[in-house]
Nanobody
């Protein structure tokens, strides 16, 4: 089994910053991609940002220039999401996601980010 443990969510004022962390543990084989999705009330879950084993990153247009995904260079099963210039529309539950080369996907339980105006 693989566990994804998220931390770093909370309440912040608009314009503020938060950093989310996700550590994967357990029977991890050949991580292909790790990343973050979010789901706001009444909306579908959407990709925020992801990072491949090669180091290549991808992010949603709505967060480009504000959010940065990175990986721990020593513990490549840990990823971070630095969120700057937060907006009320960034309020959502943020989920860590992992996909291995076999195509198996794992999800964290989510961490709530609330941005007040």
């Amino acid at each position: 089994q693989v566990q994804l443990v998220e931390s770093g969510g909370g309440l912040v004022q608009a314009g503020g910053s938060l950093r989310l962390s996700c550590a994967a543990s357990g029977r991890i084989f050949s991580i292909n991609t790790m990343g973050w999705y979010r789901q706001a009330p009444g909306k579908q879950r959407e990709l925020v940002a992801s990072i491949r084993s090669t180091g290549n990153t991808n992010s949603a247009d709505s967060v480009k220039g504000r959010f940065t995904i990175s990986r721990d260079n020593n513990a490549k099963n840990t990823v971070y999401l630095q969120m700057n210039s937060l907006k009320p529309e960034d309020t959502a539950v943020y989920y860590c996601h992992l996909r291995n080369y076999g195509g198996t996907e794992y999800w964290g339980t989510g961490t709530l980010v609330t941005v007040s105006s």
